[in-house]
């Protein structure tokens, strides 16, 4: 008897162990970890704007070549004085056929500049311009222009043209157009002589454009400019 109970106990035993060795066993669960989102700040770009003490300052005129200069103060002044004292006196032919008319002796010809509707350059030559010192410290320069492409540029107000005028240095008259005024081709008005004493226009029956400008700016400069 003793004999079957410890067979039955070693039995049992072995089943026990059996069972134990077909049951899986479950992991534990491993929590898994917060992420917590981030937001990525944007790059701001540095702002690289030079300052107002940087920028290169540049004028509409001298800036173009080292050997001019934007005449200002007295030496403007002096300047202008001087080419009041070689201007024209704008003389209709009537005018110097008067008695005791007496043409200016120091009167010089200059150069009339222009843009063309092309883009090129207008040109002209003339005797018939007058330098105006005014108070208001507004100069002006009236001219007498034969019609043509080059009086037809200047022509309309806020039109702008320049003039070169050799008095001892070169100056360059950066001009505006502030007023026009056309006398009209006829053989009355020719006839009478109220066109300039230079006016050569008659075989073509042209009129003649007296034009009246501001002066922007007066520079000079000491290079022959057309010589």
Not at 36 to 41: N, R
Not at 108 to 122: D, E, F, K, R, Y
Not at 155 to 162: D, I, L
Not at 180 to 204: C, K, P, Q, S
Request: charged share 15%; hydrophobic share 35%.
């Amino acid at each position: 008897m003793k004999k079957l109970a410890s067979l039955l106990a070693v039995f049992g035993l072995t089943l026990s162990l059996g069972a134990c060795s077909n049951e899986t066993a479950q992991p534990e669960a491993t929590p898994t970890p917060e992420v917590s989102e981030t937001t990525e700040a944007p790059e701001v770009e540095a702002e690289t704007a030079a300052s107002e003490g940087n920028k290169e300052q540049a004028d509409g005129y001298t800036s173009a070549s080292s050997t001019k200069t934007t005449l200002t103060g007295d030496a403007l002044t002096e300047a202008t004085t001087g080419l009041v004292e070689v201007s024209s006196d704008l003389a209709s032919l009537a005018t110097t056929q008067e008695e005791g008319y007496v043409a200016p002796e120091t009167a010089a010809h200059v150069q009339i500049l222009s843009v063309n509707p092309t883009g090129t350059v207008g040109f002209s030559t003339i005797a018939a311009w007058q330098y105006q010192q005014n108070e208001d410290g507004v100069d002006q320069v009236v001219v007498q222009l034969t019609d043509g492409q080059n009086a037809r540029n200047l022509a309309e107000v806020g039109n702008r043209g320049s003039i070169i005028v050799h008095n001892g240095l070169y100056y360059i008259l950066h001009l505006e157009t502030v007023a026009v005024d056309v006398l009209e081709y006829t053989e009355e008005n020719f006839n009478n002589g109220l066109f300039n004493y230079a006016y050569t226009g008659a075989a073509h029956q042209a009129s003649q454009y007296n034009i009246t400008f501001n002066v922007l700016a007066v520079e000079s400069t000491p290079v022959a400019l057309l010589d």
